[in-house]
């Protein structure tokens, strides 16, 4: 299980977790998002088009994990709802292996 502190927290050490994707369960289609983290950028932490056209990018992962753009609220505040489908383009098993 990935908690939300353990994935915030490699978010902020920026290791492992570009191209990551999840869902929220309450959603009946089960719409995947993907967010990430890209060093070479002046805005390294991004969410995808899925959820903003064109997407968008933040300075820090605080800014994108509070940002309200999931149906007006944040990543943070539905935590209890993600289920991830990949950390850093790994399953989630393979990536908590290699921690």
Do not use: K
């Not at 995947?32 to 890209?38: I, P, Q, V």
């Not at 002046?42 to 820090?60: A, S």
Request: aromatic share 16%.
């Amino acid at each position: 299980m990935i908690t939300y502190n353990l994935l915030y927290t490699q978010f902020v050490s920026g290791e492992n977790v570009d191209e990551t994707r999840f869902y929220f369960q309450n959603d009946p289609a089960q719409t995947e998002h993907m967010l990430g983290y890209l060093p070479q950028f002046q805005q390294p932490y991004w969410i995808g088009d899925c959820d903003i056209p064109d997407g968008t990018q933040f300075m820090t992962a605080a800014a994108m994990f509070n940002a309200p753009v999931f149906d007006g609220q944040s990543l943070a505040s539905r935590w209890a709802d993600v289920v991830l489908i990949d950390v850093g383009g790994m399953p989630v098993m393979d990536w908590l292996a290699q921690l």
